[in-house]
């Protein structure tokens, strides 16, 4: 009798969370050191090519096509490891791709290595992508999505603080000491070799996959089965998307208007500072907020962060009309920024998991990648032709309109539970 007790007393004594488990950490660990790597490499670029003498129009041009090859490559990517059954191998490939591609940037002298370079780093990272998140909503229980999420999140965007701040010292370290101007740039593209060949060792040593099952089902017979609730997500997800502009062009908005007062220079040194303030609270509210939507429920929240990104976007609207150069109040915007995309990157890809079941939702997360990447697209290109063609408060204007309507969209949504 007493045996009995004992062995039924040990599974409350267990006192570390299920959801913080081996593969929740290896991925958290993961994405920190891959995006330290990538921002790196994105924070001296701009530089790097003002050092080389190419236009700025160049690196528009190579971050759109960047841009769309990842999010079509999520599509494919997706479905293929629903059709194989096992993702971990097919997502190591794509953090090798991520990890090595920058350091081509070290041995470029014009815009087509750069390409070159950007576009094998973004199939990487739309390879990567929808299997990993497929992995992690597989990893830990239904009730504790949003806190996986959530820590994923956080590490990621850990990493988009350290790897910026690694890259500012370097070359604070290195331009004194350098004969050739671009020779602390290229010292630094390969130095993210470190940290990116680290990322796809640490999700091959501490990522374990729990997919099994195959689906093997077409291709568009995989896209037209997903749930239908998830389906009406996706236009919610869409309609905010194609608002939703990169956020280089909040630093840019935030240089433009601080010139008048603090010069070419310095204003684009506090953008930079704003920037990383944006990330320290995007790594910050990731975690807490994803912890609160699986207490609170997440559509609502996600509600919250899409209506914030629309009053950022009318925020800055209202700055250029009224030529408002207050470093508080662009200190708001900037937090704003940083609240919005944390609720929606932690929350989209946990509602994902909520709506779609186990055995597609490489797919799923592959089409929400593909939503996702079309919006920012078109919302950045958009931002950019009517800043330059009509002007910047009309820009931003119908940048939060847009926003809006994903927002109300969502609102307007019902869906018959979460289906675990």
Do not use: C
Not at 90 to 109: D, P
Not at 151 to 169: E, K, M, N, Q, W
């Amino acid at each position: 009798m007493k045996e009995s007790l004992k062995v039924a007393s040990q599974p409350s004594i267990r006192s570390e969370p299920a959801w913080l488990n081996r593969n929740v950490v290896g991925m958290g660990l993961t994405s920190l050191l891959s995006d330290a790597g990538h921002e790196m490499a994105t924070a001296i670029l701009p530089g790097f090519f003002a050092v080389l003498g190419i236009p700025a129009a160049a690196l528009g041009v190579i971050e759109g096509l960047a841009d769309a090859v990842s999010s079509f490559v999520k599509l494919g990517a997706g479905w293929i490891s629903d059709h194989l059954g096992h993702r971990k191998a097919i997502a190591v490939g794509g953090y090798f791709l991520t990890g090595v591609s920058k350091a081509l940037f070290a041995f470029a002298y014009g815009w087509p290595l750069v390409l070159v370079g950007r576009v094998v780093g973004w199939f990487g990272r739309g390879v990567r992508g929808p299997l990993r998140d497929a992995m992690l909503a597989e990893s830990v229980p239904a009730e504790a999505r949003g806190k996986a999420f959530g820590f994923h999140r956080a590490a990621d965007t850990l990493g988009a603080i350290i790897g910026p701040a690694l890259a500012v010292g370097l070359l604070a370290y290195l331009q004194p000491r350098a004969s050739d101007s671009s020779a602390p740039f290229r010292t630094i593209f390969l130095l993210t070799l470190i940290p990116g060949l680290g990322s796809a060792l640490a999700f091959a040593t501490l990522v374990s996959d729990p997919h099994g099952a195959r689906a093997p089902v077409r291709f568009w017979t995989a896209i037209r089965d997903l749930p239908v609730p998830f389906r009406r997500f996706l236009w919610a997800v869409g309609g905010f998307g194609m608002g939703d502009f990169a956020h280089t062009l909040l630093i840019l908005a935030a240089t433009q208007l601080l010139t008048p007062q603090y010069g070419v220079a310095r204003s684009a040194q506090i953008a930079v500072l704003l920037y990383v303030l944006r990330n320290v609270l995007y790594a910050g509210v990731s975690y807490p907020v994803g912890a609160l939507s699986d207490r609170w429920g997440r559509r609502e929240l996600l509600i919250f962060g899409y209506v914030t990104g629309a009053a950022t976007a009318a925020g800055v609207t209202v700055a250029f009309l009224w030529n408002i150069a207050s470093l508080p109040y662009l200190v708001l915007l900037f937090t704003l920024a940083g609240i919005y995309m944390a609720v929606q990157d932690a929350l989209e890809g946990a509602i994902t998991a909520d709506l779609v079941p186990k055995g597609v939702r490489g797919t799923a997360y592959g089409v929400l990648g593909t939503v996702n990447g079309v919006g920012d697209f078109a919302a950045s290109a958009m931002v950019g032709i009517l800043w330059t063609a009509v002007s910047p408060a009309v820009a931003f204007g119908i940048a939060a309109t847009l926003m809006m309507v994903g927002a109300a969209m969502l609102s307007g949504m019902r869906w018959a539970g979460e289906e675990r």
